[in-house]
């Protein structure tokens, strides 16, 4: 995940010029999305194992 970020902030959104503008928030927006519904799935799937180990 980290590369495909550098990879669209270093190399696409240079190409298109649409570093410092807003026609990249869209970008970050369903990035940062991505990012938290990721987070809560590793939660989830670790409450869920430890929870089985414990029973």
Same mark, same amino acid.
């Given at each position: ?5 550098? @990879?669209?902030?270093?190399? $696409?959104?240079? /190409?298109?010029?649409?570093?410092? =503008? ?5 970008? @970050? $927006?369903?990035? /940062?999305?991505?990012?938290?519904? /990721?987070?809560?799935?590793? =939660?989830? =799937?670790?409450?869920?194992? @430890? ?5």
């Amino acid at each position: 995940m980290l590369s495909f970020d550098l @990879f669209m902030e270093g190399i $696409v959104f240079e /190409w298109l010029e649409w570093n410092g =503008t807003v026609k990249n928030d869209w970008f @970050f $927006v369903l990035w /940062w999305g991505v990012v938290v519904v /990721w987070f809560l799935y590793g =939660t989830y =799937t670790l409450y869920l194992k @430890f929870r089985i180990d414990n029973n």
